[in-house]
């Protein structure tokens, strides 16, 4: 298992960024297929993005492809979410997770990631 914490959140204005942050303790963060999702009020938790294990791959959802952005640094234990253009309907609780095994779907589901973060609070004001 790995350990994940979320960090950068906060209030922004529609058109800002944020960029979050994942640290992740455990074991070897190398070994793990990133991503992250999000969860908005009275809404189901969603893909977001997701990133392979040594940044060959990248996967966005419709919603965010163009203004998101994930990477990661293997030596840190980090993985990264540069959101810019940011819209209020951003707003959600966003969740970084790890996955078990290689991605083997642009797509991947929640079922197919192992250990999550506490969540960091993303508002974007109108």
């Known amino acids: 298992q790995v350990q994940l914490v979320e960090s950068g959140g906060g209030l922004v204005q529609a058109g800002g960024s944020l960029r979050l942050s994942c640290a992740a303790s455990?074991?070897?963060?190398?070994?793990?297929?990133m991503g992250w999702f999000r969860q908005a009020p009275g809404k189901e938790r969603e893909f977001v993005g997701g990133?392979?294990?040594?940044?060959?791959?990248?996967y966005y959802a419709d919603s965010v492809k163009g203004r998101f952005t994930i990477s990661r640094d293997n030596a840190k234990n980090t993985v990264y979410l540069q959101m810019n253009s940011l819209k209020p309907e951003d707003t959600a609780v966003y969740y970084c997770?790890?996955?078990?095994?290689?991605?083997?779907?642009?797509?991947?589901?929640?079922?197919?990631?192992?250990?999550w973060g506490q969540g960091t609070q993303v508002t974007v004001s109108s």
């Open positions: 990133i392979s294990r040594f940044s060959i791959d990248t």
């Open positions: 455990g074991r070897t963060f190398s070994s793990y297929a």
């Open positions: 997770a790890a996955h078990r095994g290689p991605f083997t779907t642009t797509q991947p589901q929640q079922a197919d990631f192992g250990s």
